[in-house]
Structures are given as structure tokens and as C-alpha cells.
């Protein structure tokens, strides 16, 4: 699958609105569910790998609007992960602790090892969609002097900075945006209260939040644009259709994953030389 035209790689003309969120690329339902299972067990192995390499790490990231589904997403694809090597972080309205450090303290806490891979189900990004839509950083005790209009660019630049900064140090960054129209929403969340054993999953704030949908729209746009680049690009996923949102995603870390020079590795010198006297004495007991 070409996955380009998923991939944000520069700021330069960027439009959510040229992303579709109905696209299946001719696929079937059927043919995208074998694709998927074979693209599950293809990361079964590339994560062996990372793990036993131990010099790189995976952060995997999962923006979206309510609905879109980050967590099935999640769900699904990593399913096929070996759990010893990946860990789940999700970000949710700050503690008071959290807001009495900077903004990506708590991130920076939940980053994966060598070897790992880290989900993190909404991220630091929160800080430059929903902070920046409902003005939150009011409550985030920063020096007067450092809150100005010019904040969210700052913020932006940090960002860069900081995936550059993991990026030179071994981390793999993906970035996803699901990508789900305002419609699609309303039938989730009609099926949200619909189907009772969905019903724990409705929020009445999901609601409040969808009447700022195009407020929401502008700031997701304006931080892929301003975040997206050749080492950390952000990838726009169609996610009307959930099967093929998670064959995407799962052919995204497939390549990128791939294209990691990594190598199982070897017994040392001696301990090569002396393999046939290991066997023997484990025969011989
Ligand atoms: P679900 O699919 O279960 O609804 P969710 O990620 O939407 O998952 P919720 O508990 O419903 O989880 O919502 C978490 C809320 O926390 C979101 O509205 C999100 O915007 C908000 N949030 C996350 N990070 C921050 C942050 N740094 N500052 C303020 N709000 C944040
Ligand atoms: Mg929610």
C-alpha cells in the first residue's frame, strides 16, 4: 500500500480538508481484515527484533476527535504485540501534580525504553488542541511574563524540538491523526446510547465538545502543519470506516518499522568458539 498519500511531511499547503474520511482505497472489508492479520503478524517480528536489538524505541501516538476510535484502533492492532515489550499511556484532564510541572513532564515520564514500544492515547498534543481552544493555560501556573499570544507558537516549536531531541536519541516517532467526519461522530454516538453495552461510553461533555468540531478542525490543523516533519511526520487516517483505519495504521508501523536497521544479536567470540562444548555438557548431564 502506498502510504504517502497519508503522510503530512512538510506545513507547506497542508489542509485537513484535502484528507478524505471515507476513503477505503478500493479495498473490501474482507480483503482489509486478511491484510490486517498478516500485517499483525509482520509486527509480531519486527517487535521480537526491536526488542532483542535494544537500541531503538517506538512511540506511537493517537490523536483524534471523541469517536474516531483511538481505542480500537489501539485494540486491534496491537493485539498481535508481545505485552512484555509495549505499554498503553493514556492522557486525560491533568492532576494537580501534573499542572505543577511543565507540559511534558508527564509525557516525558510514560516514554518507552529501548527496545519498547509506548502508545500514547492522546499526548503532549493535547496542549496545543484542547488547552489552546478552551484557554486552559490559565490554570497551568506559568509566569505571567511566558503567557502571550505568541505561546502556541512556542509551544509548537518545543515540540519540534523535542521529537528531534528523542529522535537523534534512538526514539521512532509515529504520529496519528484519525481522521472521522462530523457525521460518522453522530452515528457513534447515537450507537453510544443506542446499544446499552455501549452506553458506559457516552459522555455528555462529548456532546459540548462537538459543537466546537470546527474550532477543533482549525487546531488539529494548525499543529499537524506545525509539528509534521521528515523525522516525526503526522499521518492523516481515514476513519470512517474503522477497518480500514486499523489496516492503515497497521501498514504504517509495518514500513516504518521495516526500514530500521536492526539485527538480532550475536553470541561473542569465545562463547562462539566453545558451542559445541556447551552442547556436550548440556548432553552429558
Ligand atoms: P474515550 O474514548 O474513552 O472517550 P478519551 O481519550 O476521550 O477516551 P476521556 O476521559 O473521555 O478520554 O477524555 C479525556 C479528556 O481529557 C479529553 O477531553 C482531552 O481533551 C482531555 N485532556 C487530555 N490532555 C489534556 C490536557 N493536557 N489538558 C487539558 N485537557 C486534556
Ligand atoms: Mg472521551
Redesign the pocket.
Same mark, same amino acid.
Not at 480538508?17 to 509486527?43: C, I, P, R, Y
Given at each position: 500500500m502506498d502510504i504517502k498519500r497519508f503522510t503530512v511531511k512538510s506545513a507547506h499547503n497542508f489542509k485537513l480538508s484535502n484528507f478524505k474520511t471515507d476513503d477505503t482505497g478500493n479495498f473490501s472489508k474482507k480483503e482489509a481484515k486478511k491484510l490486517l492479520a498478516k500485517n499483525k503478524e509482520k509486527m509480531f517480528y519486527l517487535q521480537d527484533k526491536l526488542y532483542a536489538h535494544d537500541r531503538y524505541s517506538v512511540l506511537i501516538i493517537f490523536q483524534a476527535m471523541?469517536a474516531a476510535g483511538?481505542?480500537s484502533a489501539i485494540k486491534h492492532v496491537m493485539s498481535g504485540l508481545n505485552p512484555q515489550g509495549t505499554q498503553v499511556t +493514556?492522557?486525560?484532564?491533568?492532576s494537580k501534580e501534573e499542572l505543577d510541572h511543565d507540559y511534558l513532564w508527564r509525557t516525558n515520564k510514560a516514554l518507552p525504553q529501548r527496545g519498547r514500544i509506548g502508545i500514547f492515547?492522546?499526548s503532549y498534543y493535547?496542549?496545543v488542541l484542547?488547552?489552546k481552544l478552551h484557554n486552559?493555560i490559565k490554570y497551568q501556573k506559568i509566569p505571567s511574563e511566558f503567557v502571550k499570544p505568541d505561546i502556541w507558537k512556542k509551544r509548537y516549536r518545543h515540540i519540534r524540538e523535542f521529537e528531534k531531541y528523542a529522535y537523534e536519541n534512538g526514539m521512532v516517532i509515529l504520529k496519528f491523526f484519525l481522521h472521522v467526519s462530523k457525521e460518522e461522530q453522530k452515528n457513534r454516538f447515537l450507537e453510544r446510547l443506542d446499544n446499552p453495552s455501549k452506553n458506559w461510553?457516552f +459522555?455528555s461533555a462529548?456532546l459540548k465538545?462537538r459543537t466546537f468540531w470546527d474550532d477543533y478542525q482549525k487546531c488539529y490543523e494548525d499543529a499537524i502543519a506545525a509539528t509534521s516533519s521528515k523525522i516525526a511526520p503526522w499521518y492523516v487516517v481515514p476513519a470512517d470506516k474503522k477497518w480500514f483505519t486499523r489496516l492503515v495504521v497497521s501498514e504504517i508501523i509495518v514500513q516504518r518499522l521495516s526500514k530500521l536497521k536492526m539485527e538480532y544479536p550475536t553470541l561473542g567470540k569465545e562463547e562462539l568458539k566453545n558451542i559445541g562444548h556447551y552442547k556436550e555438557q548440556l548432553l552429558n548431564e
Amino acid at each position: 500500500m502506498d502510504i504517502k498519500r497519508f503522510t503530512v511531511k512538510s506545513a507547506h499547503n497542508f489542509k485537513l480538508s484535502n484528507f478524505k474520511t471515507d476513503d477505503t482505497g478500493n479495498f473490501s472489508k474482507k480483503e482489509a481484515k486478511k491484510l490486517l492479520a498478516k500485517n499483525k503478524e509482520k509486527m509480531f517480528y519486527l517487535q521480537d527484533k526491536l526488542y532483542a536489538h535494544d537500541r531503538y524505541s517506538v512511540l506511537i501516538i493517537f490523536q483524534a476527535m471523541d469517536a474516531a476510535g483511538k481505542d480500537s484502533a489501539i485494540k486491534h492492532v496491537m493485539s498481535g504485540l508481545n505485552p512484555q515489550g509495549t505499554q498503553v499511556t +493514556s492522557f486525560k484532564q491533568p492532576s494537580k501534580e501534573e499542572l505543577d510541572h511543565d507540559y511534558l513532564w508527564r509525557t516525558n515520564k510514560a516514554l518507552p525504553q529501548r527496545g519498547r514500544i509506548g502508545i500514547f492515547n492522546r499526548s503532549y498534543y493535547e496542549e496545543v488542541l484542547v488547552v489552546k481552544l478552551h484557554n486552559l493555560i490559565k490554570y497551568q501556573k506559568i509566569p505571567s511574563e511566558f503567557v502571550k499570544p505568541d505561546i502556541w507558537k512556542k509551544r509548537y516549536r518545543h515540540i519540534r524540538e523535542f521529537e528531534k531531541y528523542a529522535y537523534e536519541n534512538g526514539m521512532v516517532i509515529l504520529k496519528f491523526f484519525l481522521h472521522v467526519s462530523k457525521e460518522e461522530q453522530k452515528n457513534r454516538f447515537l450507537e453510544r446510547l443506542d446499544n446499552p453495552s455501549k452506553n458506559w461510553k457516552f +459522555s455528555s461533555a462529548d456532546l459540548k465538545e462537538r459543537t466546537f468540531w470546527d474550532d477543533y478542525q482549525k487546531c488539529y490543523e494548525d499543529a499537524i502543519a506545525a509539528t509534521s516533519s521528515k523525522i516525526a511526520p503526522w499521518y492523516v487516517v481515514p476513519a470512517d470506516k474503522k477497518w480500514f483505519t486499523r489496516l492503515v495504521v497497521s501498514e504504517i508501523i509495518v514500513q516504518r518499522l521495516s526500514k530500521l536497521k536492526m539485527e538480532y544479536p550475536t553470541l561473542g567470540k569465545e562463547e562462539l568458539k566453545n558451542i559445541g562444548h556447551y552442547k556436550e555438557q548440556l548432553l552429558n548431564e
